[in-house]
């Protein structure tokens, strides 16, 4: 089993739609999460970093953390075309170490 | 501008050559990481450098080497290429190794024959 595992699509939605990113993983040490976006051709960017457990909100993103489920989300509501990109997860579990672990990413377009 | 640049953005060589990638970063970063992408693989790290001097071996380290001879530049070589290393590699930094956000360059995207 890989430490993270991430659907990787593709996944297309209209535009206006809820979208609804998930990662699941097997190493309990975990407890740095984060997501990043990838738009074609591009180097990979931060979009949302949490700690631990618990939600996190920034604009039209949101991101979750179930540390019980070993489960993190990324909600985008109100999606745009500007939106279609490849979302990757990563953690990573000593901060002294700092090395991520990234899930494979999930290709998503969002149609106007 | 700040950030990290690549170089070269694509390259395609012949099997057994050497090649260097170059990766350079001028936000003072002490963490550097080599990765490469690939379709149905993700990202995997190659080589990786918390510091000035020293370097680690990641998930992938074979048939590549890595250097840091200062803080900006982290160089990628691949002694005597193979058709496996096809791939789009990217350079990452941050500012230390207790910090969280890692920054990419742009990628190289080689293709080897």
């Known amino acids: 089993q890989k430490e993270v595992e991430q659907d990787p699509g593709p996944l297309s939605v209209p535009e206006g739609a809820i979208v609804s990113l998930n990662c699941t993983y097997s190493?309990?040490?975990?407890?740095?999460f984060m997501w990043y976006r990838q738009y074609s051709r591009k180097g990979p960017e931060l979009l949302m970093y949490?700690?631990?457990?618990g939600n996190k909100e920034d604009g039209r993103f949101t991101a979750q953390v179930d540390k019980s489920s070993k489960y993190i989300s990324l909600f985008i509501r109100d999606s745009q075309p500007s939106d279609s990109a490849t979302y990757l997860c990563?953690?990573?579990?000593?901060?002294?170490?700092?090395?991520?672990?990234f899930g494979k990413g999930t290709k998503l377009s969002v149609k106007p | 501008i700040a950030g990290i640049t690549q170089a070269p953005t694509s390259q395609i060589l012949a099997a057994g050559r050497r090649m260097t990638l170059r990766c350079t970063q001028d936000?003072?970063?002490?963490?550097m990481y080599w990765y490469r992408q690939d379709l149905g693989l993700g990202l995997r790290l190659i080589h990786y450098?918390?510091?000035?001097?020293?370097?680690g071996k990641g998930e992938v380290p074979d048939g590549y080497s890595v250097s840091r001879a200062n803080t900006d530049d982290f160089p990628l070589t691949l002694a005597s290429a193979v058709p496996s290393q096809t791939s789009v590699y990217f350079c990452?930094?941050?500012?230390?190794?207790?910090?969280?956000?890692?920054?990419f360059g742009p990628g190289t995207r080689l293709t080897v024959l």
């Open positions: 990563a953690m990573s579990a000593v901060r002294s170490q700092g090395n991520l672990i």
């Open positions: 990452a930094s941050k500012r230390d190794i207790l910090t969280d956000t890692q920054y």
């Open positions: 949490t700690y631990s457990s």
């Open positions: 936000m003072r970063h002490n963490a």
């Open positions: 190493n309990s040490a975990f407890q740095y």
């Open positions: 450098s918390n510091t000035a001097g020293t370097t």
